[in-house]
């Protein structure tokens, strides 16, 4: 087992690329300085990095949504936290990619990133993932932009674990969300075979579902997943779920991890003002298992990934 915080460290990084995938997603790669290969090639899926894009000025005009036409002008004086979708960390380079939705004005502005432009982050961050090697079933649960860190996990999974089964369950609102996959649906339309590239490549089965059914199955990823367990009903000592997404996903997929006795892994999300323990602005309500009562626990320092059991879902 392993998910220890590896030593953090401000970094500069250069942009290799930054790709619009659909309207609202963008990938990012980001070549890090040499610095900071050994805290990276050490880091876990799950942990995050904070960017200060303060610096960055705002599109044209014309390329600023209308729903963000006031917002995007505010100040940014905080960085803002990214899950790592991979980490490519070998002799010479370290390389990180970010995939990223414009909801406000610090993506706004991170859409006029261009190759060779130098970004400030702070990272890798927070406590992430724990790996079991030991586990037959690694089930993933991803609902909206909460995919990037099982992607990456998918990844290393794939390498530290080569006898687990894993399987992931993808769900957004509709097609247009899931733009920021490798998405391939086939052509007959049967709806449920969708393949995404990202797991595909490392032979995992997906099961991809939309609230609309605009691929995929009809319905909350949470849904198909409770069919699978019902189906399949794994053992679940050999058994782990691992899920990123809104709360209230989260929460359902803690519900089903009590119901069939799989444990569970949640990767929360906060407003984070210094992702670093400081400020106190990402409060988790947790249980105190020696107490019984509850305690505060912090987003970006004790998470974002908890124990499903431990949160208390409000
Ligand atoms: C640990 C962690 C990992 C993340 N990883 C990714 C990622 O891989 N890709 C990605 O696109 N986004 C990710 N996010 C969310 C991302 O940080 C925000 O979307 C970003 O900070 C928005 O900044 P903004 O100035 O563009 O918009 P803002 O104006 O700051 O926010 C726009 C809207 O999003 C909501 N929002 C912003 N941040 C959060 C948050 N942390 N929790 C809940 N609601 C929020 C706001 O309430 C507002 O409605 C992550 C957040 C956390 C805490
Ligand atoms: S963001 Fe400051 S303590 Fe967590």
Redesign the pocket.
């Known amino acids: 087992m392993s998910n220890s915080p590896t030593k953090k460290g401000i970094f500069n990084a250069s942009v290799l690329q930054n790709r619009g995938l659909g309207d609202k997603f963008s990938r990012l790669s980001l070549e890090l300085e040499k610095k900071a290969h050994i805290p990276f090639s050490n880091a876990s899926a799950g942990q ?1 990095i904070q960017i200060d894009v303060s610096n960055l000025a705002l599109p044209d005009e014309k390329l600023i949504p209308g729903e963000l036409s006031d ?1 995007a002008r ?1 100040n ?1 004086l905080l960085r ?4 790592f ?1 991979d980490i490519d960390s070998s002799k010479n380079s370290t390389i990180v990619e ?11 502005r991170m859409k006029t990133l261009r190759t060779t432009d130098i970004v400030n982050l702070i990272g890798p961050l ?1 406590t992430g993932f724990t790996i079991s090697e030991d586990k037959k079933l690694a089930i993933l649960a991803a609902g909206g ?1 909460g995919a ?2 099982l992607i990456h996990l998918a990844k290393v999974l794939k390498n530290r674990c080569p006898n687990t089964e894993i399987i992931a369950f993808v769900g957004a609102k509709t097609k247009i969300d899931l733009s920021f996959f490798d998405i391939k649906t086939d052509k007959l339309k049967i709806k449920s075979d969708v393949i995404l590239g990202e797991f595909a490549k490392h032979n995992i089965k997906t099961v991809v579902s939309t609230d609309d059914g605009s691929v995929g199955f009809k319905g909350f990823v949470t849904e198909t997943l409770a069919d699978w367990l019902r189906k399949n009903k794994p053992d679940g000592k050999n058994a782990i779920i691992y899920t990123c997404g809104p709360e209230a996903m989260l929460s359902a997929t803690a519900a089903l991890s009590s119901e069939f006795k799989i444990p569970c892994q949640v ?1 929360l ?4 003002a210094c992702g670093t323990g400081l400020c106190q602005s ?1 409060a988790v309500k947790c249980r105190d298992k020696t107490s019984g009562g509850t305690l505060y626990k912090l ?2 320092k004790d998470g ?1 990934v908890f124990w499903s059991d431990e949160v208390v879902w409000e």
């Open positions: 995050f917002s505010r940014i803002r936290p990214f899950s979708a970010i995939l990223y939705c414009v909801l406000g004005p610090a993506t706004l927070g932009m990037p860190p990767s999300e906060r407003r984070m990402c987003c970006c974002p």
